[in-house]
T-cell receptor, first 116, second 115 residues
Framework: DTEVTQTPKHLVMGMTNKKSLKCEQH?????MYWYKQKAKKPPELMFV???????INESVPSRFSPECPNSSLLNLHLHALQPEDSALYLC???????????????FGPGTRLTVT | GENVEQHPSTLSVQEGDSAVIKCTYS??????FPWYKQELGKRPQLIID?????GEKKDQRIAVTLNKTAKHFSLHITETQPEDSAVYFC??????????????FGKGTHLIIQP
């Protein structure tokens, strides 16, 4: 299996809702990432997990809460979002850096989130 | 942190001609430079990458060059075809000292292949 999968594909939520985005990979990768992509913009890094531990948080507001329950799964818990949080949320995975060697990141199809 | 500049923002070429997209980066510690192609409504797909110990890499009609001294790298597509139309992003991986680092992307180039 060489794919990263994400569910749901689309999500509409109100500002008071709590929802979760899910990401799964079965490539044996030990690094997983969340990116946010607004329309006509590049992906922006949100979080990096390495061996199920949060290693990078790019000053993301606490209404976004990541979780890595095991090496194949990555969740993003959403609570009290704002309309400006509407975007495509992309998950990616890669092998972990080894002796300075950086490995390719493979992206999932994304979850298109609309906050009303 | 790392800053990646990408030019041009839009590139229109005739089918069969070559296309060149250029990027510069700021962090001299960056050592991995991938290029992604993103079609409308789809995920970014890795098309080619280059590491800092290599100056050039080719894969069929696609090539990437890296000049570490000048901190710039370029994507070259030859014999362009209609299916090459997409947004192309360059990226760089800054080194945080940890086990994995995210990508810093350029703003993207919308490549249009005119029939």
């Amino acid at each position: 299996d060489t794919e990263v999968t994400q569910t749901p594909k689309h999500l509409v939520m109100g500002m008071t809702n709590k929802k979760s985005l899910k990401c799964e990979q079965h490539m044996g990768h030990r690094a997983m990432y969340w990116y946010k992509q607004k329309a006509k913009k590049p992906p922006e890094l949100m979080f990096v997990y390495s061996y199920e531990k949060l290693s990078i948080n790019e000053s993301v507001p606490s209404r976004f809460s990541p979780e890595c329950p095991n090496s194949s799964l990555l969740n993003l818990h959403l609570h009290a979002l704002q309309p400006e949080d509407s975007a495509l949320y992309l998950c990616a995975s890669s092998q972990d850096r080894n002796l300075g060697m950086v490995y390719e990141q493979y992206f999932g199809p994304g979850t298109r989130l609309t906050v009303t | 942190g790392e800053n990646v500049e990408q030019h041009p923002s839009t590139l229109s070429v005739q089918e069969g001609d070559s296309a060149v997209i250029k990027c510069t980066y700021s962090d001299s510690a960056s050592n991995y430079f991938p290029w992604y192609k993103q079609e409308l409504g789809k995920r970014p797909q890795l098309i080619i990458d280059i590491r800092s110990n290599v100056g050039e890499k080719k894969d069929q009609r696609i090539a990437v060059t890296l000049n570490k001294t000048a901190k710039h790298f370029s994507l070259h597509i030859t014999e362009t075809q209609p299916e090459d139309s997409a947004v192309y992003f360059c990226a760089a991986t800054p080194f945080s000292g940890g086990g994995a680092d995210g990508l810093t992307f350029g703003k993207g180039t919308h490549l249009i292949i005119q029939p």
